[in-house]
């Protein structure tokens, strides 16, 4: 399964740079028991959105991810679950 993910996920991001996709590829968990294939596009220079397509399951997930600052960032999930973070960065 790990050899076809990866496969798959080369085939994904080649497909992606052909389309004009900022980003495309396959995901795992770190279990291994659960793969998405990933689609993201920036909608502006600070809103990123990404859909996910579960390849084993029949959850797909939506994602926000807005850049407010240098140091804030607020993301937001929907799909089997809800969720919104906000995120202060600081680097030392």
Known sequence: MALSLS?????ARILGEEF???KMRIENSN????????IGRYLSP???VSYGIDLIETVNTINLRYQIS???????ESGERQSADLFYIFER
């Open 7 to 11: 496969t798959g996920d080369y085939v």
């Open 46 to 48: 600070k809103l990123y």
């Open 70 to 76: 240098d140091n804030w960032q607020l993301k937001g």
């Open 20 to 22: 004009g996709i900022d």
């Open 31 to 38: 279990d291994g028991d659960q793969a998405s294939l990933i």
